[in-house]
């Protein structure tokens, strides 16, 4: 039975004498790692001044000729190399090239500068509850924009998983990576069955059948139950008892065997490691949507407990009208790249006379706007305040002509004009077309508030 050929990364090899100077344009810095079939090296673009890292299938794997080892390690590559440039969201990691040399065919893809989630899974090492949720929200997001792409990872597992770590060496994101054994629903030609890695294998991926995006459900279910727990659900001294057990054994509850673990976040994880497809999260969304409900709920204990959480912003967007054009992607930008803070009751948003540089989306809560200590609107979920900050031509017209307090306990969204900036053509392009409809409904309120001034009060 052919099971995984993925790499196992973690930590940096230190160079050696034989490391090439160049593979094609790209200039080697050093070894990041080895797998079975495969070397990975950190290289330099030179032409675009950035890091790079590049798999390498070696000559022995990469030539058919040499028999059904160099077959299969062709078709990883062959997987791999059709994805190049497609897959684009913040938590996959991007396959920028593929380069189809004869003796050793090699893969640019982005470099992430970190360690895979193996590193965490040891009792020694495990990450805060509710961050472990956090990670496993975005990689279930990511997988479902993989599945929308026509694609089944089917080897999800810790090694797989990059985490992204800060310059403290703390976990700020993660990237689903190596679609090496990725089925491809779209594509007519022979790909490789029973693929993986057995400890997060499904039952129906290990014996070869048809599988869909449910055996990834089950895989990123087995790496978060790993995660928690400290070890997988299933552990035996060789394959046959190991697959014994993923058939015939219910995973052991995780209450007990770590602090904090509640039976709601054990119900989430074991839902996905049910044995029959049809009894785990019929689709990524509601998956995603059961880990995000921990965190919101505050099922799971929270390390910093007013800190708004990455899944609580993702799915604050997707409910606010005006965020109702945008992608995913463009979603994940205004999560990492906006201002998110929880204001008090009372707390003055904007006063009378200042100047603003900020904008305001009111993701909950409610606002009051005061005009000379009068009440004359009241804002809620949804609303944009201070925009003018963004639209206006000149610093004149973005001094604020009313005072606005928070009324109930508000969470915003906010961005100056230099940090929208930042943000995609795209992503912008969604925040002018979400400012225009707001601008039109306010000039349409004004005309019935003179038209027809007695319907409105």
């Known amino acids: 039975m052919m099971l995984g050929m993925s790499s196992d990364l973690d930590l940096p090899l230190e160079a050696s004498p034989d490391l090439p100077a160049y593979i094609g344009k790209y200039k080697v810095l050093r070894r990041l790692g080895e797998g079975a079939t495969s070397d990975v090296f950190l290289a330099v673009d030179e032409f675009r001044q950035s890091e790079v890292a590049i798999k390498r299938m070696r000559f022995w794997a990469s030539n058919s000729r040499l028999g059904q080892q160099g077959d299969f390690s062709s078709r990883f590559y062959a997987a791999e190399a059709a994805l190049a440039g497609r897959l684009q969201h913040p938590n996959v990691v991007q396959i920028l090239d593929a380069v189809p040399e004869q003796d050793s065919p090699y893969l640019v893809m982005e470099y992430v500068p970190g360690v895979t989630l193996k590193h965490f899974c040891r009792s020694d090492r495990l990450l805060p509850l509710d961050q472990i949720v956090e990670l496993g929200f975005k990689c279930a997001m990511a997988l479902s924009y993989v599945f929308r792409q ?121 839902k996905a490691l049910a044995k029959h497809p049809a009894e785990r999260y019929a689709n990524w969304e509601l998956f995603a949507r059961a880990l995000s409900d921990l965190v919101a709920k505050q099922l799971v204990p929270l390390a910093r407990l007013y800190e708004v959480k990455d899944s609580e912003r993702f ?143």
């Open 150 to 270: 026509g694609l089944i990872h089917r080897d999800v597992k810790p090694a797989n998983l990059l985490a992204v770590l800060d310059a403290q060496g703390q976990v700020t994101d993660v990237k689903v990576s190596d679609f090496g054994s990725a089925l491809n629903l779209n594509s007519d030609q022979t790909q490789v069955h029973r693929v993986g890695s057995l400890a997060y294998m499904p039952p129906e991926q290990i014996e070869g059948g048809d599988v869909d995006s449910r055996a990834d459900i089950y895989a990123l279910g087995a790496v978060l139950y790993h995660l928690i727990a400290g070890r997988p659900p299933f552990d035996a001294p060789n394959q046959m008892a190991l697959m014994h057990q993923i058939y015939h054994q219910a995973a052991p509850s995780m209450v007990g065997l770590r602090g904090g673990v509640t039976a709601e976040l054990d119900a989430v994880i074991l």
């Open 315 to 457: 799915n604050m967007l997707r409910e606010l009208e005006f965020f109702a054009g945008f992608g995913d992607v463009e979603l994940w930008e205004v999560v990492h790249r906006a201002r998110w803070r929880r204001f008090p009751v009372d707390h003055a948003l904007y006063k009378k006379g200042q100047e603003g540089n900020t904008f305001h989306i009111i993701a909950q809560g409610a606002v009051e706007v005061f005009r000379d200590g009068v009440k004359v609107a009241s804002l809620g979920q949804g609303t944009s305040v201070g925009e003018m900050a963004y639209l206006a031509p000149n610093p004149d017209l973005r001094r604020h002509s009313t005072d606005v307090r928070v009324s109930e306990i508000c969470t915003t969204i906010s961005f100056t004009p230099e940090s929208l900036g930042q943000l995609s053509p795209e992503c912008q392009h969604r925040f002018d077309r979400g400012f225009i409809q707001v601008l039109v409904r306010r000039l349409h309120a004004a005309h019935e508030a003179l038209a027809h001034p007695r319907r409105i009060m």
